[in-house]
């Protein structure tokens, strides 16, 4: 219950912040250089002032910036995000036609970070000062510093030019296809992660690893599995959890290099366009939603904190 | 019948590499030409390299085009981009259509008449039919450019129906009445009129061009899946008027990146890529599964100087920023070779395809002041002459998604740093850049990228140095009643004594600097050949019709 009412004040925080940061977004790209209704009207060598009035009227551009920020509120509060100004199609299709690819392609890379990344971790942590742990490091060191195009054009060249195992480009279509599709990008993007991600675990397993109670366990000579799993890991997991989160909300919204590298239509890319042809509906969209990842993948980490450390759920019952 | 469409100023989303960026969507998407004017076979030279020379009629079953950015709808009143174009001329008639040369030719109208300067009738033709098999019809024909006069303030193609009155239909006639003469219009029938069914498009309201509601025309080939994302499968119809292309389906894709487009097209994964980034081409000059075209192109980038703020209202400084631009070094490493140095701010094609003589061509240009060409000496010795011998320092903004513009504007920078000029290169967004070009407060000094619309050399000159859109600010009465003359001229052939005094003024007084012309590249895989080679016009054609099979 007591969880419950934190999440609940935390949902309402949610909120106020989305709120927050919706407004902000939408000051600022009313400061921001540039005009949607010469740039929709084809260029200022097209746009009449007659054109511009009309357009901009149209998109209540030439209302004051509040009204303007309360029609989009309303709209948003119907689930209606208004029309980009780019394409005049509605901006939630356009975001819903991507989200898809956006989702897919950066819970495999997830998936496949985590899968290499926290059992690499683990061990460089526990065989510290190892080959093994100086061969983890050196890796991650690199993938870490490696620009996450590079990784992508060389997954290109390797394993879809010279050896064909995989498309060059796309995002496939059906299940099966997609998951073909999207193993590259997917590595590429993963390649970055495993590497932020290795290596905070092997830093949290150092730590836990030297703590009084892994010596104690060690000392009434509790099988090694269950020190490294149910002492080690466990303890260890808070921090990992806490980096995995923000790393999967990044790949979410910006993967964009990747997305550009494999020709994905992703939500990085539209968002790039979006920015740049200043189609506001479609940027306050984007942002809304990377705000609402950002803040639901918090959440959930903080709740995931409460399920593993039982000292977390006694301080909320306090 | 007059020579001129709407020459825009912009990004070049399908040239550059350019995802999407600011909407200034150029017009040299698409093009047109006189039917009574002169220019005919010239105006796309151009070079492959060892295309397969065979050219088989047998059908192909499937092919996919690659273009850099979306389709970003399927209607031609929200989208008015080159790659969006691309797939839009596949499932719908143009009322004309344009040839290889950029002239008129019929297509949903099979005649078509310029009566009075503000009356133009079109004879639509009665064997055509919708996707749905019901016949094309001069009332669809009339709202289907009636539609863009009602929404004329949000339509993509708004800008060239500004004169438009009215568009109605009588019997199997079309007439289209101006405001006033505007001899831009003639062109529109085939850049901007595209023929859609009434019905459909009245009941799709708003979401017309949309995913779920892409359209019904009376094109070659009918929409079968579309998402902006995922791009568009066309397929043949069967049922199509005219001649029908041989390949049953087109794949559209949107890869954004040419590396990307190139290693899918060595795969085979791709069979078309359209309008190669010419600073990319090198890589596909090498592939030996690639068959590169390249024509001439409608591209003139320019320097801007605004004539009316000092220090450029002195044309000694205008004519010492001519010569510290290195344009010839530069043509190699930035166009990899394949773009010149203009000569007049009038793209090349448009006054090689009105002259339609290279010795005449050449006589023309030799009858022009000659842009100045790099040397510092020079600038040095005409800063001195200048308002500001010592020097001055001005900003120059850069689109950071046009790839050309930054060394260009470096290298322009490092130059004038030699006679005291200082030049801060300041990366903006599209939009920005966009924005400045039209803004007074905004830095005096800009870097433009202009498309040439149609073959009319009248085109660019009442634009940029007129009052519709003039960065430069420069102006004289004399230059006024020149350009006022220039517009009025029926026909593109005419054209050529009333410009030679306006680029020779342009020429001696340097508003603007034109640095290139640049090509246009086409990549196809070796499977397939281009029927009599491809044309920087094509982008208004039905293009699958020149599809061939190399076998």
Sequence with gaps: MKIVTFVARRLVG????????????????????????????????????????QVRALYHLD???????????????????????????????????????????????????????????????????????????????????APVFAPAVFLIYVFAVQLGWFPVYGPGKGAIDRI???????????????????????????????????????????????????????????????????VLAFSLTGAVLVEQAFALPGLGTLLVSSVNALDIPVIQAITLLTAFVILSFNLIIDVTYFALDPRLRRGVGA | MTTSTSLSVGRRPAFLGVVASLALVLAACSGGGSKTSNASTASTASSSSAAPAAQGDTPIDSITAAIQSPIEAMDILKANDVPTRRALTLAYDRVLNLDNQGQLQPMIAESWANPTPTTFTYEIRSDAKFWDGTPVTADDVAYSGQRIVDGAATAAVAAGWGFVESVTASGNTVTVTLTQPDNTFAYRAALDWFVVQKKYSEEAGADLGSPSKPGMGSGPYKVTSYSVSEGATLDLTGTY????????????????????????????????????????????????EIAMSYVTGGYNDMLSMRTTTKPFDDVNVRTAMAYLSDTAGLTQPLFNGRATVAKSLVPAIQISSTINDPAKEAEFYAGLPAIPSFDIAKAKEYLAKSSVPDGFSVDLPIDTTQPWMSPCAQNLAQNAKQVGITINVKNVSAAEWGAGLGDPEASPLQLLALGAGTPSPSELPPVILGTIFNPSG?????????????AAVPTAAETIPLLAPVLMTANAELPYIPPYDKQTALAMGKAYVWLDGYSYWAVGQTWPQSIRSAS
């Design chain 2, 474 to 486: 420069f102006t004289t009465p004399e230059l006024t009643k020149q350009l006022n003359a220039l």
């Design chain 1, 14 to 53: 949610m909120i106020a912040i989305l709120l927050v940061v919706s407004f902000l977004v939408f000051g600022l790209l009313s400061l921001a250089p540039g005009d949607p209704a010469v740039a929709l009207l084809g260029g200022p060598s097209k746009a009449t002032p007659e054109a511009i009035s």
């Design chain 1, 180 to 246: 073909y599709h999207l193993t590259l990008p997917a590595i590429a993007l993963a390649v970055g992660q495993i590497a932020i991600i290795s290596r905070q675990t092997r830093a949290a397993t150092m730590d836990v690893a030297t703590q009084d109670y892994v010596t104690f366990a060690r000392v009434r000579a509790v099988p090694a599995r269950s020190v490294w799993g149910g002492y080690v890991l466990r303890n260890a997991a808070l921090p990992v959890i806490t980096i995995s989160g923000l």
């Design chain 2, 241 to 288: 008027w005219g001649d029908e292309p041989l390949v049953k389906q087109v794949v559209i894709v949107t890869i954004p990146d040419p590396e990307t487009a190139r290693l899918a097209m060595v795969e085979g994964d791709v069979d078309v890529y359209f309008d190669v980034p010419l600073i990319a081409t090198r890589q596909y000059d090498n592939a030996s």
């Design chain 1, 63 to 145: 209302e004051p910036l509040l009204t303007q920020y309360w029609y989009w509120l309303q709209g948003v509060m119907r689930f209606d995000f208004g029309r980009s100004i780019s394409s005049q199609l509605p901006v939630g299709d356009a975001i819903g036609e991507r989200f898809p690819i956006t989702v897919a392609l950066a819970m495999y890379s997830f998936i496949i970070t985590v899968v290499i990344a926290i059992p690499l971790g683990l061990a460089a942590g526990v065989r510290r000062g190892t080959r093994l742990d100086r061969t983890v490091t050196a890796g991650s060191l690199v993938g870490f510093a």
